[in-house]
């Protein structure tokens, strides 16, 4: 089993950033690849943000976050970061974070039923 928890919620103004952090424990070892998705207000479906390989450090991002997000680990803290910036008001909503815990190609990162353990989500609110 792997338990994650999400930290650095926060409420920022538009072209602001937020550095959200996902800490991983217990069966370390099992993880192939983290990634992070969002869900907006309103009952939105989630929507895949990036995803950063486990063991070779590789990173896939949507092709709207790139420029503006960046995945990152320290596998020493066991922990997956999220560095957003030049927010915008359609970047606010819930953000999670999911770990694999099988071998996955590209195509899989974006689909959430490939992922067996998520966290609770963290909030961020961009303000225009």
């Known amino acids: 089993q792997v338990h994650l928890v999400e930290s650095g919620a926060g409420l920022v103004q538009a072209g602001g950033s937020l550095r959200l952090s996902c800490a991983a424990s217990?069966?370390?070892?099992?993880?192939?690849?983290m990634s992070w998705f969002r869900q907006a207000p309103g009952g939105k479906e989630r929507e895949f943000v990036a995803?950063?390989?486990?063991?070779?450090?590789?990173?896939y991002y949507a092709e709207s976050m790139k420029g503006r997000f960046t995945i990152s680990s320290d596998n020493a803290k066991n922990t997956v970061y999220l560095q957003m910036n030049s927010l915008k008001s359609e970047d606010t909503g819930v953000y999670s974070c999911?770990?694999?815990?099988?071998?996955?190609?590209?195509?899989?990162?974006?689909?959430?039923?490939?992922?067996?353990?998520w966290g609770q989500g963290t909030q961020v609110t961009v303000s225009s």
């Open positions: 999911a770990a694999a815990r099988s071998p996955m190609n590209r195509w899989d990162y974006e689909r959430t039923w490939k992922y067996a353990y």
């Open positions: 217990g069966r370390i070892f099992s993880i192939y690849a």
């Open positions: 995803t950063i390989d486990w063991r070779d450090g590789s990173t």
